[in-house]
């Protein structure tokens, strides 16, 4: 099939592609609004799928082919005229918006999950890797209000900058008010609530404590015996702060609910153990546990963003709403009040009726005569 050079630079320039384009970065957007954009997962699946739709394959395509027909229609409409120059510069705003958003995928967006009271220097990207900063993010303290329901009406972080040894500054984070530092922009996205629990385990000969979190080990013999934390609640069905271990060995495995209050729950229920022996923390022969309390603390969820595009696409959107702002001041050529010479205009005589006719059955007459 042969291809004609003219019509693939007509199609390019017309206004039907830049209609169709619009269309399918509009139906892209609606789709980044129906799914859920989540962080994580290959680079092809961010590519391909829904769920990281402003950094797949398909919308910088479609951008790309909007900066190409854009590029087009400029160059083969552009003629050195007032509002010709100022459609140029209209369409030089848009361009330079694209490429602020294609340079500032090139930057780097993800997140720090810092405990309250620690430091922590590396960021989890959106396709699950990790990056450094350069330096470290302490979150010094965390502070959540709540409304009346339960739900949090505003959290905020103070966060530490450190860097060769020392504070290179300090920022209160909260949501809709980031902090910059080092070229980053840090804002206030997600937190959640460390639990940890101090266990005492007893085999009979002695008694050990320990300071345990959610996924830990805890070795209970060199024969294998361990306990792995599975859960820690606060508060478990009104019955006070609990732990849950899954206990792993020789025998088996069997789950063990270690409550702090189990006197209590054992005084008020005195068949407790006959009907959940998995609440007597005893019943793993020969171990006792016991939880001594439960500690919670606050893990803060820092968003980490760096876009060198924002200064391009901040200017390129300035260019195009001052262009357009212009495009509707300035009057159209030839749409000006200016006067108009008079001139006398001869007025054409209107044939009388009939004299059409005539003419025609004179000439019928002539071509009839010998």
């Avoid at 790309?64 to 369409?91: D, E, P, Q």
């Avoid at 910059?180 to 940890?196: A, C, I, K, P, T």
């Avoid at 266990?199 to 070795?219: F, H, M, W, Y």
């Avoid at 189990?262 to 793993?284: A, C, Q």
């Amino acid at each position: 099939m042969k291809v004609n050079g003219e019509g693939l630079l007509k199609f390019l320039s017309s206004l039907k592609l830049t209609v169709g384009l619009l269309l399918i970065i509009s139906a892209i957007c609606l789709i980044g609004t129906l799914f859920p954009q989540m962080s994580g997962g290959s680079r092809i699946a961010a590519l391909l799928g829904p769920y990281d739709i402003f950094h797949s394959i398909w919308f910088m395509a479609a951008g790309f082919l909007l900066c190409a027909n854009l590029i087009m229609c400029m160059s083969r409409r552009l003629k050195l005229k007032r509002r010709s120059i100022l459609m140029l510069l209209l369409h030089a705003g848009i361009l330079l918006v694209i490429a602020g958003y294609a340079l500032g995928a090139l930057g780097l967006d993800g997140i720090m999950e810092i405990p309250e009271g620690e430091t922590v220097s590396g960021v989890r990207l959106r396709d699950g890797s990790s990056a450094e900063l350069g330096f470290s993010v302490k979150c010094e303290r965390f502070s959540v209000d709540y409304y009346e329901n339960g739900m949090p009406r505003e959290y905020v972080s103070d966060l530490a900058f450190l860097k060769d040894g020392g504070v290179a500054g300090r920022a209160q984070v909260r949501v809709n008010h980031p902090a910059d530092m080092g070229g980053f922009s840090f804002y206030q996205q997600s937190f959640r609530l460390n639990l940890s629990a101090l266990l005492s385990v007893s085999d009979g000969q002695s008694k050990t404590a320990v300071r345990v979190s959610e996924g830990d080990i805890i070795p209970l013999s060199a024969a294998g015996d361990r306990a792995r934390v599975v859960k820690i609640w606060h508060d478990l069905m009104h019955a006070g702060p609990a732990v849950k271990l899954m206990i792993e060995g020789v025998q088996g495995e069997r789950l063990l609910w270690v409550f702090q209050n189990i006197e209590e729950l054992k005084n008020s229920s005195p068949d407790l153990f006959e009907k959940m022996p998995g609440f007597d923390p005893s019943s793993v022969k020969p171990y006792t546990f016991a939880c001594e309390g439960i500690h919670h603390t606050f893990i803060t969820g820092i968003g980490v963003r760096r876009d060198p595009g924002m200064p391009l696409a901040g200017a390129g959107g300035a260019i195009f709403l001052v262009s357009l702002l212009l495009v509707y001041l300035i009057p159209r050529s030839g749409s000006s009040s200016a006067p108009q010479t008079s001139q006398a205009v001869t007025p054409r005589t209107a044939p009388k009726k009939g004299t059409a006719r005539s003419v025609r059955v004179k000439a019928k007459a002539k071509r009839a005569a010998p």
